[in-house]
């Protein structure tokens, strides 16, 4: 079955610290890969995607991630985090050619110290 | 802009009773879906729709109904409330199957 795994529920760092978050996806063939962020009190909303091309994508706020093929996996990144970047972070995954279904991971909650 | 806006934010229902979350969006999108988000599981899609008319399952659609009258609306029924449907439940729309989804502020459902 199509799934998409985020290895951490939760992650605490102190600012300026650096982030990964973990995701990794079950589809066969061509996927379509999205990272969504919901900050607190807000919606969900598209932090950054990839559909071909250069697999380092990058996103609003700093953020960028990076598409492995051979390891199934799409891991967000940032140098550096900031206390405004306490949020719940969601990968999904979109089979490319026609589904209408994106998958989500369970996300993993990002609490930033000062 | 108002975007996808859901009605209500929070609700109690008692085992048995039904409801529908209703959802609208003013950005002329052709795909609405709804998901439901319990707790350390991430999103399932519950139903979701490709235009005025079309509505298909998604993976958890069980206990549930929509219908899709007008491109704008997209209301999510509950006609037998359980608490296995205790959930928070985000409606959203999109462009196209394949484009970045756009969310409502959600629901937050309590079945006692």
């Known amino acids: 079955a199509q799934s998409v795994s985020q290895h951490n529920h939760h992650v605490i760092l102190s600012e300026a610290a650096s982030l990964e978050l973990g995701c990794n996806y079950s589809y066969g063939g061509t996927v379509n890969l999205f990272w969504y962020v919901q900050y607190p009190g807000q919606h969900l909303q598209l932090l950054l995607k990839y559909f071909s091309g250069d697999p380092l994508v990058k996103g609003i706020k700093g953020f960028e991630a990076e598409f492995i093929k051979s390891k199934f996996s799409f891991n967000l990144r940032k140098p550096s985090v900031q206390w405004s970047d306490t949020a719940e972070y969601f990968c999904?995954?979109?089979?490319?050619?026609?589904?209408?279904?994106?998958?989500f991971g369970a996300g993993t909650r990002l609490a930033v110290h000062p | 802009n108002a975007g996808v806006t859901q009605t209500p934010k929070f609700r109690i229902l008692k085992i048995g009773q039904s409801m529908t979350l209703q959802c609208t969006q003013d950005?002329?999108?052709?795909?609405m879906y709804w998901y439901r988000q319990d707790p350390g599981m991430g999103l399932k899609l519950i139903y979701y729709s490709v235009g005025a008319g079309i509505t298909d399952k998604g993976e958890v659609p069980n206990g549930y109904n929509v219908s899709r009258s007008t491109t704008e609306d997209f209301p999510l029924r509950l006609e037998l409330a359980a608490p296995s449907q205790t959930s928070v439940y985000f409606c959203?729309?999109?462009?196209?199957?394949?484009?970045?989804?756009?969310f409502g502020s959600g629901t937050q459902l309590s079945v006692l």
């Open positions: 950005m002329n999108h052709n795909y």
């Open positions: 999904a995954a979109h089979h490319a050619g026609g589904y209408n279904k994106l998958i």
């Open positions: 959203a729309s999109s462009t196209g199957g394949q484009e970045k989804l756009f």
